[in-house]
């Protein structure tokens, strides 16, 4: 089955300063990555997504990266803000499956 | 509120006692997902329906637990017997009709359960 491997699992940035966060996936055959922001004692929601068939999206301070053929994807965050402290995680999934495969999550720290 | 709605909460029950979650997925979705959520960890897949056909099941879940989705609305979880180890949140998704390829999944706010 696949299997997500995320890093960090800690982040802690100034406020101002970007934040990157990797993730690696091990069935070639995912073509589905999106990426789900969880605030303390709240639903997982997805902030942006991206499908193999690209390999760079943006939405204002949000933007993931994809390399196929390394099997990994990032999430850059410029210009943090403190409301941008929250559990982030990365998942996988193919279009024929039925499963998002979550990595473990990284907890992200903007102090002012 | 038109999203994914989790019933209870919050859930405390004695070891061995029989619990019951239900979701009420976004209506017109005809997609919806069981995980498990543990302190520190991300959602671990436990079932899939499409529709009312439960279509996938992970090796988490045990004979103790079963889900339904009768009439292809809400859902409801059952875990039998319950084990301290079933402490955990209980997240319920949806997502609408795949045309293709994956969209996303909605969550709910899911039903933290604690086991005592």
């Known amino acids: 089955g696949e299997n997500v491997e995320q890093h960090p699992s800690t982040l802690s940035v100034q406020e101002g300063d970007s934040a990157v966060i990797k993730c690696t996936y091990s069935d070639s055959a995912s073509n589905y990555f999106p990426w789900y922001k969880q605030e303390l004692g709240k639903r997982p929601q997805l902030i942006i997504d991206i499908r193999s068939n690209v390999g760079e999206k943006k939405d204002q301070r949000i933007a993931v990266t994809l390399n196929k053929t390394a099997k990994h994807f990032s999430l850059h965050i410029t210009e943090t803000q403190p409301e941008d402290s929250a559990v982030y995680f990365c998942a996988a999934m193919r279009d024929s499956g039925y499963a998002l495969n979550f990595g473990k999550g990284t907890s992200l720290l903007v102090t002012p | 509120d038109t999203g994914v709605s989790q019933d209870p909460r919050h859930k405390i029950t004695k070891r061995g006692q029989n619990v019951t979650f239900r979701c009420d997925p976004i209506?017109?979705?005809?997609?919806l997902y069981w995980y498990r959520q543990t302190l520190g960890q991300g959602p671990e897949f436990l079932t899939y329906?499409?529709?009312?056909?439960?279509?996938?099941k992970s090796r988490l879940l045990s004979d103790r637990f079963s889900a339904e989705r009768p009439k292809g609305s809400f859902s409801t979880l059952e875990i039998q017997r319950t084990e301290q180890g079933d402490s955990a949140m209980y997240l319920c998704?949806?997502?609408?009709?795949?045309?293709?390829?994956?969209?996303?999944?909605?969550f709910g706010q899911g039903t933290r359960l604690t086991v005592v």
């Open positions: 209506s017109e979705h005809n997609r």
């Open positions: 329906f499409q529709n009312e056909a439960q279509l996938e």
């Open positions: 998704a949806s997502s609408p009709p795949r045309q293709g390829r994956n969209t996303e999944a909605f």
